[in-house]
């Protein structure tokens, strides 16, 4: 076997090994306007490699804020197979933030 061969494919494996490919990360949400009161449930794709409600938390409410909105709630974090079934619950607000 050619001895530079064996590290090459050594070093390709261990890069393969140690670089998964992240999956997508969903968040539903309800959040709340007030004067009038108005209230909405959205979905939207959560950045970074922590997929979980309070890493969700803290970006929604990031984005929600630009447009006067307020996270009343993370409801869960899912992965793409379930944004099919929120989408027409989430409506105008299906990925919106």
Not at 34 to 54: A, F, K, S, V
Request: proline share 4%; glycine share 6%.
């Amino acid at each position: 076997m050619n001895k530079t061969f064996l590290p090459a494919a050594l070093m390709a494996a261990l890069t393969l090994m140690a670089a998964p490919a992240a999956a997508a990360c969903y968040a539903d949400y309800k959040a709340k306007r007030d004067d009038p009161l108005r209230l909405h449930y959205g979905t939207i794709r959560i950045d970074g490699n922590t997929c979980t409600p309070e890493a969700a938390a803290a970006q929604i409410r990031s984005r929600l804020a630009r447009d006067q909105w307020t996270l009343l709630n993370v409801l869960g974090v899912f992965g793409e197979s379930g944004l099919a079934e929120r989408k027409a619950s989430a409506g105008q607000f299906h990925l919106r933030y």
